[in-house]
């Protein structure tokens, strides 16, 4: 980020960076976490996790939690030694000195915030939102509109999209709640099937079951992504060495917590059959609850909840971009700003329309796993960075994670990215070219620097 300089400069006030308004507190913070992570992968992919793993679809959701803990606790230690934006693109740079690793790394973590976006307008065009119309409108079509529609209040300001997420944070926590009270209801009233909790889809025992829980885990884990977004905010963040401890832990706890019971719930009411052929799982478990609640009324909850998530990651993807050109990784146009909104313009611009090509590449399904596995990698490492780092002490204050959860965090990100997580081929091929387009990007920049003399 360029300053002002002293008062001797010569340099036109024309080359002055505004930079980014300090506009998160702690409370707002930890909604903005919290409404990050909730959204998509719950409302969405649920049904999706169960038809991997059968009845036993908390499982899943467990083992993830205990995944994102131990991930969450490397950001928190990174970004209270550099609160600044650009994320993971910033500590792997810091750590290894490579600009080309750095570069894939950051891309990585922008592509993965286009697929989750991507992912919850193919789940806003699906039966949710059918169940308020009647008939089922084109998908495709809907989906980009939407893209666009986020595009545009994204650009309104940093502070009109916090409070919209803060709004449909409440929402969509109001959604999962009333499916914990249907649950509740059910289970005094003597419904549910209790012993399909312990049931799994795969057959056999042994390597069949490991990788049936394991794939069912790496697709389940795309609910917890999104408190890795949150250190993107740190420039637009008060007091930001303080504040993210106890947003990030106190945000990955909650959703945690509300994740695991809600799969119980689900796996109570609704046999996993009805659930994985659903795009519209949660929906399934109002109808079979015994509660005369309205199908309407929460079908429009969830949609709140998946529009939440794909607001947040277009406005993660387009912070990234503003902190990838302030660090040179992308061409420094992507760092204007609106001259009075004082927003990433081209960042946003420049993720929307990636965003737009991505709808047309895959399903809820498809594009929730290739965000969690493109995410995955870059969580690996990430908690290889931290280690590392430790080798940089800063002169503030700042939490330090304890050395085995880093450690931990790698080795379980590492598996769950694996093949052994049994996850479709075209994970693989949507995950292999957005990294390819990655390096081509890569190779323009370099040139463009060249030709201008700044490499």
Request: aromatic share 10%; net charge negative; charged share 15%.
């Given at each position: 980020m360029t300053t002002s300089g002293t008062s001797g400069t010569t340099s036109p006030p024309a080359a002055e960076d505004p930079g980014l308004k300090r506009v998160l507190g702690p409370r707002l913070l930890i909604l903005f976490v919290i409404g990050d992570i909730l959204g998509t992968g719950i409302y969405a992919t649920t049904g999706k996790v169960a038809g991997k793993v059968g009845g036993?679809?908390?499982?899943?959701?467990?083992?993830?939690?205990?995944?994102?803990?131990?991930?969450?606790?490397?950001?928190?230690?990174?970004?209270?030694?550099?609160?600044?934006?650009?994320?993971?693109?910033?500590?792997?740079?810091?750590?290894?000195?490579?600009?080309?690793?750095?570069?894939?790394?950051?891309?990585?973590?922008?592509?993965?915030?286009?697929?989750?976006?991507?992912?919850?307008?193919?789940?806003?065009?699906?039966?949710?939102?059918?169940?308020?119309?009647?008939?089922?409108?084109?998908?495709?079509?809907?989906?980009?509109?939407?893209?666009?529609?986020?595009?545009?209040?994204?650009?309104?300001?940093?502070?009109?999209?916090?409070?919209?997420?803060?709004?449909?944070?409440?929402?969509?926590?109001?959604?999962?709640?009333?499916?914990?009270?249907?649950?509740?209801?059910?289970?005094?009233?003597?419904?549910?099937?209790?012993?399909?909790?312990?049931?799994?889809?795969?057959?056999?025992?042994?390597?069949?079951?490991?990788?049936?829980?394991?794939?069912?885990?790496?697709?389940?884990?795309?609910?917890?992504?999104?408190?890795?977004?949150?250190?993107?905010?740190?420039?637009?963040?008060k007091d930001p060495t303080r504040t993210f401890p106890k947003a990030i832990f106190i945000g990955v706890a909650v959703t945690g917590t509300i994740y695991v019971l809600v799969a119980l719930?689900?796996?109570?009411?609704?046999?996993?059959?009805?659930?994985?052929?659903?795009?519209?799982?949660?929906?399934?478990?109002?109808?079979?609850?015994?509660?005369?609640?309205?199908?309407?009324?929460?079908?429009?909850?969830?949609?709140?909840?998946?529009?939440?998530?794909?607001?947040?990651?277009?406005?993660?993807?387009?912070?990234?971009?503003?902190?990838?050109?302030?660090?040179?990784i992308l061409p420094r146009a992507m760092s204007r700003v609106l001259p009075h909104r004082r927003t990433p313009i081209v960042g946003i611009v420049f993720v929307s329309l990636l965003a737009v090509g991505l709808v047309s590449t895959g399903e809820i399904e498809g594009l929730g796993d290739t965000t969690a596995f493109l995410l995955l990698c870059v969580f690996a490492v990430v908690n290889v960075t931290v280690l590392v780092l430790r080798r940089d002490p800063v002169d503030h204050p700042h939490f330090r994670a304890p050395t085995a959860l880093p450690v931990l965090g790698a080795i379980t990100a590492l598996i769950l990215a694996s093949p052994l997580a049994d996850r479709p081929a075209e994970v693989y091929i949507r995950a292999g070219v957005l990294v390819a387009i990655g390096v081509v990007l890569w190779g323009v920049n370099k040139v463009v620097l060249r030709t201008r003399g700044e490499d």
């Open positions: 036993a679809l908390w499982l899943p959701f467990a083992i993830g939690f205990v995944v994102a803990i131990l991930t969450a606790a490397s950001y928190v230690e990174l970004v209270g030694k550099y609160p600044k934006a650009a994320g993971a693109a910033l500590y792997t740079q810091k750590a290894f000195k490579v600009p080309f690793v750095t570069f894939i790394v950051a891309f990585m973590v922008m592509a993965s915030g286009l697929a989750s976006a991507s992912a919850a307008a193919r789940a806003f065009s699906g039966d949710y939102l059918n169940e308020l119309t009647g008939d089922a409108l084109p998908p495709t079509l809907v989906a980009i509109t939407f893209i666009l529609v986020l595009a545009a209040l994204n650009l309104r300001g940093v502070s009109e999209s916090v409070k919209t997420n803060v709004v449909l944070t409440v929402v969509e926590l109001t959604g999962l709640l009333i499916i914990l009270a249907i649950g509740a209801w059910a289970v005094l009233g003597g419904d549910g099937e209790p012993a399909r909790l312990t049931e799994f889809e795969a057959d056999g025992t042994g390597y069949a079951l490991l990788t049936g829980v394991l794939g069912a885990t790496a697709l389940g884990f795309f609910a917890f992504v999104g408190f890795e977004d949150s250190v993107n905010m740190a420039e637009e963040t719930v689900s796996s109570l009411l609704v046999d996993y059959k009805t659930l994985s052929g659903s795009s519209g799982p949660l929906l399934e478990v109002v109808k079979a609850g015994g509660v005369d609640f309205p199908h309407k009324l929460f079908a429009l909850i969830a949609l709140f909840a998946v529009t939440n998530s794909a607001l947040i990651n277009i406005m993660m993807a387009s912070r990234l971009c503003y902190g990838m050109a302030n660090e040179r």
